[in-house]
């Protein structure tokens, strides 16, 4: 009896130990999985990352030029980051420089008319922000909130942050609710704060971690290398 005993619980031990082996091989197997699946995504979105970043450095030359004319050179990569967030470099207006005209989006269906819009822009922004002593951060907003954003700024503590876009915001929303509602889209992370987008600032200093671009003189001397 004893031994029969013994031998059902080895047998019973010996079934443990595999159902134990079997059940971590498919959890590993599983893992490998997902892991798998995750670098793959990730890869994907890294391409199309990358493939952003190149059509936005292309017009790096066009965009130092046109500033160049209004002696505010320095900020080639910022304003190419400005571009990144409006457009990754797509479409016939990538600066989405249409509506500072005054003009319904993309009007505008020249790259190079658009970029001289938006360096137009960029620059009357940075001169009032100067003359408000806003920080630059503010700059960078009103480029998507428009000038008086800067004036809100100054009258607010001159320094930017996503708190101060909401208040912002919020007060457009309420002059024009039927305008900035979202889409109607109460999920938008920018609910119900849907004039402009209170994180652009935010969005546009991590592409500017990112970007580069080539300058004119840069590539010429790299041709004539």
Same mark, same amino acid.
């Given at each position: 009896?004893?031994? +029969? ?19 971590? !091989?498919?959890?590993?197997?599983? !893992? ?5 699946? !995750? @670098?793959?995504? !990730? @890869? ?99 480029? @998507? ?8 700024? $100054? ?32 999920? @938008? ?16 200093? +991590? ?13 010429? $001397?790299?041709?004539?290398?």
């Amino acid at each position: 009896m004893k031994r +029969k005993k013994s031998s059902k619980k080895q047998v019973q031990r010996n079934f443990n130990i595999v159902m134990l082996l079997f059940i971590l !091989f498919m959890g590993f197997f599983m !893992f490998d999985r997902f892991l798998g699946m !995750f @670098n793959e995504k !990730f @890869n994907e979105l890294k391409i199309v990352e990358d493939n952003s970043i190149e059509e936005v450095a292309k017009y790096g030359p066009v965009i130092h030029e046109e500033l160049e004319k209004v002696n505010l050179e320095e900020h080639t990569v910022t304003v190419a980051a400005l571009m990144m967030q409006e457009s990754k470099g797509m479409g016939g207006d990538p600066m989405q420089a249409s509506e500072s005209l005054g003009l319904p989006p993309n009007t505008i269906t020249d790259p190079r008319q658009s970029i001289s819009q938006g360096v137009s822009y960029f620059s009357k922004a940075a001169a009032y922000g100067e003359q408000k002593q806003v920080d630059f951060a503010a700059v960078i907003q009103a480029y @998507n909130m428009g000038i008086g954003y800067i004036d809100f700024v $100054a009258e607010n503590g001159k320094r930017h942050s996503e708190e101060l876009a909401k208040k912002y915001s919020m007060i457009q929303v309420e002059k024009n609710p039927q305008k900035y509602n979202c889409g109607g889209d109460k999920n @938008n992370f920018r609910y119900p704060y849907c004039y402009g987008d209170f994180s652009y600032s935010t969005k546009v200093a +991590k592409h500017i971690e990112t970007i580069t671009v080539e300058k004119p003189d840069e590539l010429a $001397a790299k041709a004539a290398f």
